[in-house]
């Protein structure tokens, strides 16, 4: 049974930092490319951050630099480090396997 399960989402004040992890289970997680994507009220879902099997990183042009994508083989999980946080992060973060699986989302809220 294939899982992808997120983890570290919450309420953070701008300029604060949070850590998301996707847990993944049930597929060979080296083989996939991992992204995390956003959904934000009464917008589109966009995609966030993608690593490659190899380790290659790509960023939305609204996060380069305070967001960066990880993953762990031996772990089997993705990780999305968020520092410099704005409101206008706000959304759902989705966990995603490129073209294969999805995570439920996790809440992420950033206020004062």
């Known amino acids: 049974q294939v899982q992808l399960v997120e983890s570290g989402g919450g309420l953070v004040q701008p300029g604060g930092s949070l850590r998301l992890s996707c847990a993944a289970s049930?597929?060979?997680?080296?083989?996939?490319?991992m992204s995390w994507y956003r959904q934000a009220p009464g917008k589109r879902r966009e995609l966030v951050a993608t690593?490659?099997?190899?380790?290659?990183?790509n960023y939305a042009d609204s996060v380069k630099g305070r967001f960066t994508i990880s993953r762990d083989n031996v772990k089997n999980t993705v990780y999305l480090q968020m520092n410099s946080l704005k409101p206008e992060d706000t959304a759902v973060y989705y966990c995603?396997?490129?073209?294969?699986?999805w995570g439920q989302g996790i809440r992420v809220t950033v206020s004062s």
């Open positions: 995603n396997a490129v073209y294969a699986y």
């Open positions: 049930g597929f060979t997680f080296s083989s996939y490319a």
């Open positions: 690593i490659t099997t190899g380790n290659n990183e």
